[in-house]
């Protein structure tokens, strides 16, 4: 099992930056890939960006060229995240994917940007 905690959310303007940081402990030598998800009052929590442990990565469609993610070693991960929109405005989650198919997530952080 992995354990994640998530940091970084907080109120921005929009136009605005933040950055977010997971860092990952337990058994990181399972994890073959991590991710931010998000999930906004009264929708279904979606995928934002996800990183494999090989270094690629995929975004949602309404982050591309805006939001950025990166690993550094094993156990971090960091979404940055510039230009953002009142709706980005959600609860944003780390996910860590394991060999097995395992998914664990944090505990989330709020990012709220105001318009």
């Known amino acids: 099992q992995v354990q994640l905690v998530e940091s970084g959310g907080g109120l921005v303007q929009a136009g605005g930056s933040l950055r977010l940081s997971c860092v990952a402990s337990?058994?990181?030598?399972?994890?073959?890939?991590m991710g931010w998800y998000r999930q906004a009052p009264g929708k279904e929590r979606e995928l934002v960006a996800h990183?494999?442990?090989?270094?690629?990565t995929n975004y949602a469609d309404s982050v591309k060229g805006r939001f950025t993610i990166s690993r550094e070693n094993a156990k971090m991960v960091y979404l940055q995240m510039n230009s953002l929109k009142p709706e980005d405005t959600a609860v944003y989650y780390c996910?860590?994917?394991?060999?097995?198919?395992?998914?664990?997530w944090g505990q989330g952080t709020q990012v709220t940007v105001s318009s």
């Open positions: 990183i494999t442990r090989g270094g690629s």
């Open positions: 337990g058994s990181i030598i399972s994890i073959i890939g």
């Open positions: 996910n860590a994917l394991g060999r097995t198919g395992a998914n664990d």
